[in-house]
């Protein structure tokens, strides 16, 4: 009994720890933020290894997703008489929750862990320690510009896997099965709002892209020098990186849309 | 006298408080000089170049670089020394997103404001320096052991440092870029007129460039001198380093309960 508790009261520290030294880290790659984006050419070219390269899943993932929300849709719509409104359930679905949350789910595992691995492999063979023999600091120079690339990356990946996946919604729907285009998009551009709907769906995947990119790049930093360690953090990435994105969904969701 | 580049007094260090891994370092480089730090692996050589390079600060004793109390420094001065040091790591540490060209480059770009043309014309120098002029357009996964430590040490001279650091610089090469790689360092230790600390277990390599050993057991200082005085010295510690002898001062198994009674009570039991 003891022992638990002397675990409980270990992993509690431990935890109390970890999330200091994270919180620390987020403020120094604020701090480095600034020489960063001084040169700004680094993130640019991360933004196309994030962002870029992660676009054909999330193209696929979102023309499939939207098509499987028109046949869902339709299938129980057309039970209540309402086919016409599938437009504007297939946009919101996707605009208020899918777009966002799959988005950076998919994220998470294609670029965070790449992230992670990138880091945490830099740090095993020692390049970040070379970079600070060098006087580069290694925040400003691979931490930062790595996290800003997924913060930027992440609204706009989100973005696009609502548009494809709305346009796969129109393919099942409209073109596979038959409902009336017209009120396919005049239901939908009617109902849908930009500012609590789409807005509030792009601030949410700015939310997750700031825990997901602020995990993985703490865990590659964190992470022991060795293959076991590398591989480790990487999971943890994609772990801890779904965990946050599901919770962090319950809360804005809770603030967001009320009944408003 | 020669004036001291780096300085160690009665330095003690350990990662935390219960394993003490440098204990009562003393420890000089004069300037112009090349000085290596000798011992088995894990004995703490490399700890000593950290306390040096300030990535770790010492438990105890002061360390001096340049005149500089290392403790003293903040987060700027200290990266304000490390611009005068340059550092060769054991596999190179090469950027692998990197070309040769821009490795080299890296901290002249990072550290100076020089055109991107001048910027080449001291890149392709210290390339030719190592002998791989021709290799600038070569990624990192591109090169041998040798070739990449090569280029690790164009890297590490690129901003002409006064002091340069080698850990393990001869580890996993072959006899002939071992050679090479011990030739490069004299020489462009004393054409720099730069001073080297060279942290190593290759007793033949090293004893043939160095002006100086420090040999390192259980993290103190156990013997030093020129290497002319430490191949005549009887020290049996010294001699079984020397000559390479597996059995003598220190010895082959790591302290365990008796091997007959060990053996004998796992059969019975």
Same mark, same amino acid.
Request: aromatic residues 8%; hydrophobic residues 50%.
């Given at each position: 009994?003891?022992?638990?508790?002397?675990?409980?009261g270990?992993w509690v520290?431990?935890?109390?720890?970890?999330?200091?030294?994270?919180?620390?880290?987020?403020?120094?790659?604020?701090?480095?933020s600034?020489p960063?984006f001084?040169?700004?050419?680094?993130?640019?070219?991360?933004?196309?290894?994030?962002?870029?390269?992660?676009?054909?899943?999330i193209c696929?993932?979102?023309?499939?997703?939207g098509?499987?929300?028109?046949?869902?849709?339709? %299938?129980?719509l057309?039970?209540y008489?309402? /086919?016409?409104?599938l $437009? &504007?359930? +297939?946009a919101?679905?996707? *605009?208020?929750?899918?777009?966002?949350?799959?988005?950076?789910?998919?994220f998470?595992?294609?670029?965070?862990?790449?992230?992670?691995?990138?880091?945490?492999?830099?740090?095993?063979?020692?390049q970040?320690a070379?970079?600070?023999?060098?006087?580069?600091?290694?925040?400003?120079?691979?931490?930062?510009?790595?996290?800003?690339?997924g913060?930027?990356?992440?609204p706009?990946?989100?973005?696009?896997?609502?548009?494809?996946?709305?346009?796969?919604?129109y393919?099942?729907?409209?073109?596979?099965?038959?409902?009336?285009?017209?009120?396919?998009?005049?239901?939908?551009?009617?109902?849908?709002?930009?500012?609590? %709907?789409?807005l509030?769906?792009?601030?949410? /995947?700015?939310v997750? $892209? &700031?825990? +997901?990119?602020?995990?993985? *790049?703490?865990e590659?930093?964190e992470?022991?020098?060795?293959?076991?360690g590398?591989?480790g953090?990487?999971?943890?990435?994609?772990?801890?990186s779904?965990?946050a994105?599901?919770?962090?969904d319950?809360?804005?969701?809770?603030?967001?849309?009320?009944?408003? | 006298?020669?004036?001291?580049?780096?300085?160690?007094?009665?330095?003690?260090?350990?990662?935390?408080?219960t394993?003490?891994?440098?204990?009562?370092?003393?420890?000089?480089?004069?300037?112009?000089?090349?000085?290596?730090l000798?011992?088995?692996?894990?004995?703490?050589?490399?700890?000593?170049?950290?306390l040096?390079?300030?990535?770790?600060?010492?438990?105890?004793?002061?360390?001096?670089?340049?005149?500089?109390d290392?403790?003293?420094?903040?987060?700027?001065?200290?990266?304000?020394?490390?611009?005068r040091?340059?550092?060769?790591?054991?596999?190179?540490?090469?950027?692998?997103?990197?070309?040769?060209?821009?490795?080299?480059?890296?901290?002249?770009?990072?550290?100076?404001?020089?055109?991107?043309?001048?910027i080449?014309?001291?890149v392709?120098m210290?390339?030719?320096a190592?002998?791989?002029?021709?290799?600038r357009?070569?990624?990192?996964?591109?090169?041998?052991?040798?070739?990449?430590?090569?280029v690790?040490?164009?890297?590490?001279?690129?901003?002409?440092?006064?002091?340069?650091?080698?850990?393990?610089?001869f580890?996993g090469?072959?006899?002939?870029?071992?050679g090479?790689?011990?030739?490069l360092?004299?020489?462009?230790?004393?054409?720099?007129?730069?001073?080297?600390?060279?942290?190593?277990?290759?007793?033949?390599?090293?004893?043939?460039?160095?002006d100086?050993?420090y040999?390192i057991?259980?993290?103190r200082?156990?013997?030093?001198?020129?290497?002319d005085?430490?191949?005549?010295?009887?020290?049996?510690f010294?001699?079984?380093?020397?000559h390479?002898?597996a059995?003598?001062?220190?010895?082959?198994?790591?302290?365990?309960?008796?091997?007959?009674s060990?053996?004998?009570?796992?059969?019975?039991a």
């Amino acid at each position: 009994m003891i022992t638990a508790v002397a675990r409980l009261g270990a992993w509690v520290l431990h935890s109390i720890g970890r999330l200091g030294f994270a919180s620390r880290f987020f403020v120094a790659i604020l701090r480095y933020s600034g020489p960063s984006f001084a040169r700004f050419w680094l993130t640019v070219r991360e933004i196309y290894f994030e962002g870029v390269l992660s676009l054909v899943i999330i193209c696929v993932s979102s023309l499939f997703v939207g098509m499987v929300l028109g046949l869902q849709g339709y %299938d129980t719509l057309v039970r209540y008489g309402s /086919s016409d409104a599938l $437009g &504007v359930v +297939v946009a919101l679905s996707l *605009v208020r929750e899918l777009g966002p949350v799959m988005a950076a789910l998919l994220f998470a595992s294609r670029a965070g862990s790449a992230i992670t691995a990138e880091i945490g492999l830099m740090k095993a063979t020692e390049q970040l320690a070379a970079m600070e023999m060098m006087a580069v600091e290694p925040i400003a120079r691979v931490v930062a510009p790595r996290f800003w690339a997924g913060v930027i990356s992440m609204p706009l990946l989100a973005t696009i896997f609502s548009a494809v996946g709305i346009f796969g919604g129109y393919l099942v729907g409209v073109v596979v099965i038959g409902v009336d285009p017209g009120a396919f998009w005049s239901q939908m551009q009617a109902s849908v709002d930009f500012r609590n %709907d789409v807005l509030n769906g792009i601030l949410k /995947s700015f939310v997750f $892209g &700031v825990a +997901v990119t602020w995990i993985a *790049v703490l865990e590659g930093y964190e992470a022991p020098p060795t293959a076991e360690g590398v591989s480790g953090a990487t999971t943890r990435t994609v772990v801890t990186s779904a965990l946050a994105i599901l919770g962090l969904d319950v809360i804005l969701t809770a603030l967001m849309f009320r009944g408003a | 006298m020669d004036r001291q580049v780096v300085k160690l007094t009665k330095v003690a260090f350990g990662y935390d408080k219960t394993r003490r891994v440098l204990e009562d370092i003393d420890l000089v480089v004069p300037e112009g000089k090349i000085v290596a730090l000798m011992g088995r692996s894990g004995c703490g050589k490399t700890t000593i170049l950290r306390l040096i390079g300030g990535v770790h600060r010492a438990t105890a004793g002061t360390v001096e670089v340049f005149g500089e109390d290392i403790a003293a420094l903040d987060a700027d001065g200290l990266y304000r020394l490390r611009q005068r040091m340059g550092m060769l790591f054991q596999f190179g540490a090469l950027f692998t997103d990197l070309s040769v060209y821009d490795n080299v480059a890296f901290p002249l770009r990072e550290r100076t404001n020089l055109s991107e043309r001048l910027i080449r014309d001291l890149v392709l120098m210290k390339l030719e320096a190592v002998g791989l002029r021709g290799a600038r357009d070569m990624m990192p996964h591109e090169l041998s052991g040798g070739m990449a430590r090569r280029v690790a040490l164009a890297r590490g001279i690129a901003l002409d440092p006064r002091l340069m650091m080698f850990d393990e610089p001869f580890t996993g090469l072959d006899p002939i870029s071992l050679g090479t790689i011990g030739k490069l360092v004299r020489e462009l230790n004393d054409a720099l007129g730069a001073s080297s600390i060279i942290v190593t277990h290759d007793v033949l390599e090293s004893m043939q460039i160095v002006d100086y050993l420090y040999f390192i057991s259980e993290g103190r200082v156990i013997a030093s001198g020129t290497p002319d005085a430490i191949r005549a010295s009887q020290d049996p510690f010294l001699r079984q380093f020397v000559h390479m002898e597996a059995q003598g001062a220190v010895p082959f198994h790591h302290p365990a309960d008796d091997y007959r009674s060990e053996m004998l009570g796992a059969a019975a039991a």
